[in-house]
């Protein structure tokens, strides 16, 4: 009867309601938990030591008294490798960036734009097997010698290389968002253009391009693929570019499946760093520039 | 648009060095180096085709197109001959791709649907920008706490439920203590939310207000009018989102690596330990020789293959809907 | 409330407003209306942009407050009734509406346009919706220029055509008043036209009450006419006095053509 089938209709209305509210809960169960283990389970591996000592061995406490150690070696790995790709991706992205958006109403630009963002979806393993090969190739070709294809180097050239399409990408969005009437003012002054694109352009929409090479490097902190296949991972700091070296997400994953007490929590200890870092990352980006949002940035990675 | 302006006239300034099209020295300078990296950034990729193509034909020459459907992997060992087949590796990422899919992408419509039509304003952003955070943790993190959390939660509750309830059937039968494709799925399905429901949200949000009027007014309940007005006129967009979070989740490795049992082995038990593509290449990378890298980068360029395709496919779909957009009411 | 309105207190009509403000947020939009819509006629409410015509209709089929910060207050009785103490589903439902710029669903065939409505109030019969659907069509002008299509997607439709599929797809739900907000303004004088004829059909069954901002429209179509100028009702007569002899200056004022 229609009443009954009006009732019906109306309660299906607020249960699917609801259903959404539950699909929220649902994908925030999981952060929340994230969050919560990374605090109780890495806090207590953080100290000064934390920062400064090497890595320990791998060690079974009910039969040998175990070193703490700490991460010095990842840390400065990380950093190192993260400045090198850095100093390379983020100019180099930002000026094709510039590029995309300035020169965007021609056609090929269009095409040109489409790939980088295919390129910005690929799997960061597959960027790792790039690099290794290519290294592999080069050296095979004699181009360097074979001490260089598994090396803080390539490291580097693998996060360059997913960093690049991303940093390109969000400084495109971010340039396209200035309102053409301020480039158009700078023209109508006399301005060469390409001057009214760095002072004018550049500079209006320079908070959403910083933000968005910010975001690549957050993101490029946690890659782990990429210099899973082109590093060796050591125990030590870093000597020099063509050698072994450590990093934070590699320490992650080895230290975490590893199963030694004082190798793990030292795991969660750098998990807590990294998790740390990416959502004071994250919130900074939020608050500065609100619409160059993660989308482009962050996620996907290996 | 690439010519300047008004000339700058007038002694204060020298006028600018032009060349027959009216563009100044310094413009085309500007237009070179910039678009010099831009081509760069796109040569890139076709360096990586090209080298992953090459460095795979070792394996191509030696068992051609059948590596696709081999289903043993056994490297030089001294006895047996070398054997590659990929078959395995290609039914994990698709068994753990869809079960993310299936799983995430219910999750992901009723976030983007929570967000644009129910949630009150003043939750929306804060709400929405805790979502995507989901999509700050590295793969390695949701892979620690997969290891530490979810694997024994479903090694102790999920799995022995399902296998007492649908053992039966071939899907839940057998047990890992829950490093299987079942835990992997779910964890690529938590990854690849931010994504699909970015996305979701955005293709809600194009939907003009009064298509959702005009369901309404017919006397539709408010979930009737979302369901009949707003998800089909969006639904190009969502499926341009599924299949980005598609490719998403062929692609992840870390998080996959450590949940799915890396076992070599096809059993069609969800609950059964198994490989992906890019957790076995991982996994066996370092100690590869010759043949089996070449083996090894046929299937990343498998993978590669499969993430241009969505790519390719989710992109086109998203240009499609500025000429579909205008069709209606006009 | 001025004087000028010798139908606003009979009070019997089909739908009667009383008291009826609306505001979005703290911006009032209309202000105390007092009307009343006779039933099986045409009532137009014409008055410059930004009168509150469009959000006076909004709030007769309760879709005004489908916009967020919205609020509504005082009374709308439809046969008696407050719509505001019913369900606004049902309500909606018995009130239809046909919006400014045609809006058919454009992933629907001009079938399941119409069919639309039906099938989300559980009608399955197949010939029962059939005939339904004819029956709209018709009742809409457009049944023989689209009876051998009516698998065609909604939106290659003609502008004009499209407007009379949405008329169809709210009438085929059977409302008792027809809500109409400037249904011809996207339109061109010849599909303007239809538009018109058709409402001259229309009010033979329903109520209908027609948003325009083209004073020669309202000449044409109406029975009776509500003038508003800034959220109030000016002036509510026939058709004939309020364009012949209207009784407040600023009635006078915009139908000659002195501002809005």
Redesign the interface.
Known sequence: MKFDRATR??W??HL??F??????A???Y??A??LY??VV?GAQAINADFFTQNLPPPCNPSVESCVTGGIWPALQGSLIMLGIAAAFAIP??M??G???S??G?LKT?QS?R??????T???????G??V???FL?LAQAGVFNTSWVLSALAGSTALA?VM??IV?RTTDESLRLVPPTLA?AG???????????LSVVLSTGRTAVITGALLAT??A?????PI??TTHFTTFPAQNLNGPIASL?VL??QF??GGFPNQVSL??GA?LL??GI??L??IVA?VAAGVV???AG????? | ?????????GTA?PA?QRDASGR?L??N???G???A??????L??L??IV??AD?SLPTLRVFGLPFLWGTSWVPPNGITPQLYGALPFIYGTLVTSALALLIGV??????A???VE?SP?WLREP?G?????????????????G???LVPFMGSTVDPALGSALGWTPLFSGSSQGYNMLTAGVILA??I???V???TRDALKSV?Q???????????????A?R??VL??A?TGIFGAII?GL??A?????AVT?TIGNGNFIHTSLLSSAQSI?SF??NN??EAGYLERSA??EL?LV??GI??L???VA?VLFRSLTG?GE???? | MTEGNSLESSGTGKLVTQDLSAYYGAKRAIESVNISFPDKSVTAIIGPSGCGKSTLIRCL?R?HE?T??TRVEGHVLLDGQDIYEQDA??V??R???V?Q????????SIYDNVA??LR??GLRDRKEIDRRIIQSLKGAALWDEVKEILDQPG?RLS?GQ?QRL?IA??LA?EPEVILMDEPASALDPIATAKIEDLVFDLKKQYAVIIVTHNMQQAARVADQTAFMYLGKLIEFNDTKEIFERPREKLTESYITGRFG
């Open positions: 209709r109306r299906k209305s699917m309601a259903l959404c509210l539950g699909c929220v649902i994908a925030l999981p952060l938990s994230i283990t990374s389970r180099v992205g000026m094709a510039v590029f995309l300035q020169y109403h630009v040109m489409f790939f980088v963002d295919v390129m979806g690929i799997p960061s393993i597959v960027v097997i790039f290794y090969a290519l190739d290389i690049l399409p390109a158009e023209l109508a002054l006399g301005i060469r253009r390409w001057r009214v694109t957050a993101r902190l946690g890659e782990t693929a899973l296949l997400p992650i994953f975490g499946t795991a969660w998990t990294i998790v990416m959502l990352i994250s939020r949002g993660s989308r962050l996620g996907g990675g290996g | 648009m690439e010519s300047p302006g008004p000339i700058a006239q300034a600018p100044a310094g413009d300078l500007f237009l180096i910039t678009g990296t831009a081509a760069f950034i796109n890139t990729l360096l990586i080298i992953l460095d219910p999750i992901s419509i009723g976030i649907i929570f967000l129910l304003g709400l920008f805790v979502v995507e955070l989901l999509a700050a943790v590295p793969s390695v993190v949701y892979g620690l706490w290891i530490f959390v938590i990854m939310i931010p994504t429901s970015s996305i003009p009064s298509q959702r009027e005009a369901a309404l007014s017919l006397g539709a309940t408010n979930w009737e979302t009949v007005s089909t006129y639904r980005l490719g998403r062929t692609g992840e490795t870390m450590m890019a290449i991982a990378f370092a090894l980068l990343g993978l590669l993430s241009i969505t790519n390719v992109r579909a069709e209606a009411g006009s | 089929n879709i489908t967020p910060k589903v049902s909606r439902r009130v239809g509406m919006f710029k045609p809006n058919p669903f454009p992933t629907m639309a409505g989300l109030n939106i502008g499209q949405c797809r709210a739900v």
